[in-house]
């Protein structure tokens, strides 16, 4: 019982640390975004989304090299994603005192699109793996390589690509007051101190899945993926607060793209192979579709996200969490052992 509350006290600092990291992390790139002239959708979709995502993005490369747990930063990233689509935007709804927030057609269509091309993308780079370079191991063993990792990477360019194409179309001038070299310093320090806080966050997950005998990427699902999906969620309230929803939204699709066509990927290629159980990854995924038809559906709703819907996204991730809780305790056996 001492060392189970002695990993939460783990988890919560390193939550902690993480906050101050991002922190640091998202004001200077918020200013390297304004110092540049990138235009405000540009700025939510990927300045703002890459910085608050790289919690996510440290958390695979720590669980696969220091841990060799790679599954933990999957699960963190899917957890992650589905906080970001079922908690950030309810939370940002709530904390602003209005009828709703406006989402968009532009942003829902555009945003959308990637987005479910992400899920589908990386989904099929583990059906593929499991297909052509099969693994030994109970269940579905799959290899993914380095050419696999490049197919949802190749994607991220193509996304990268059309926003370039309308920043060209943008004439948002560039704040000559930012000090940009001592914002680039703030940048990197941010993201040292996340490294730090994101190894505790790690280190918790895989000890509460020994101290209960569960697989630990249904620790990483929300021990990690809750603590590292905070700066998210940072983003996305004050963005909202600050009347500019079109940001706020464009972060959360924007910092699930990233995570989904960068995040994942990238262990892969700087690892060269990685192994997965694909026994545990549709589970994972699958949840993740499900919280994608319930986002867009309530999003694409007179181009509003209201009150009432937003506490609905609030009872499908508390369902999420009920989940996750039965298959840590033996109740439901969804997910092998």
Not at 188 to 208: N, P, Q
Not at 246 to 251: H, T
Not at 314 to 333: H, I, M, R
Request: aromatic share 10%; hydrophobic share 60%.
């Amino acid at each position: 019982m001492l060392d189970v509350l002695a990993l939460l006290a783990l988890a919560a600092i390193g939550t902690a640390v993480v906050w101050k990291g991002s922190d640091w992390l998202e004001t200077s790139a918020n200013q390297l975004a304004a110092g540049y002239g990138v235009p405000a959708v540009v700025q939510g979709a990927i300045i703002a989304a890459a910085g608050s995502s790289m919690p996510e993005l440290v958390s695979v490369l720590v669980s696969t090299f220091l841990h060799e747990e790679f599954e933990v930063g999957v699960g963190a990233i899917v957890g992650s994603a589905v906080f970001n689509l079922l908690v950030v935007p309810a939370v940002s709804v709530l904390a602003v005192e209005s009828d709703g927030m406006e989402t968009g057609r532009a942003l829902v269509y555009k945003e959308a699109l990637f987005y479910m091309l992400a899920v589908a993308s990386l989904l099929l780079t583990f059906s593929l793996a499991v297909i052509y370079y099969p693994a030994a191991g109970p269940g579905l063993q799959g290899t993914v390589t380095r050419p696999l990792a490049l197919f949802p990477l190749a994607l991220y360019v193509l996304y990268l690509f059309t926003q370039y194409l309308d920043t060209a179309e943008d004439d948002t001038a560039a704040d000559e007051s930012i000090a940009r070299g001592r914002a680039w310093l703030w940048f990197v320090l941010g993201l040292v101190v996340i490294i730090v806080g994101v190894e505790g966050l790690v280190r918790a997950a895989i000890g509460l899945g020994e101290a209960f005998g569960t697989p630990a990427f249904l620790w990483g699902m929300t021990v990690v993926a809750a603590g590292s999906s905070i700066p998210d969620a940072f983003v996305s309230v004050v963005a909202a607060r600050s009347g500019r929803a079109s940001v706020s939204l464009a972060n959360v699709l924007g910092s699930n793209i990233f995570d989904l066509l960068v995040a994942v990927p990238i262990g892969v290629v700087i690892a060269g192979t990685l192994d997965i159980t694909f026994d545990h990854v549709v589970p994972m995924m699958g949840f993740l579709v499900l919280a994608t038809i319930v986002f867009f559906a309530i999003a694409r709703t007179d181009m509003l996200l209201s009150d009432r819907e937003a506490r609905l996204l609030l009872g499908v991730y508390g369902l999420f969490v009920v989940w996750l809780v039965l298959e840590s305790v033996g109740v439901t056996t969804v997910v092998p052992s």
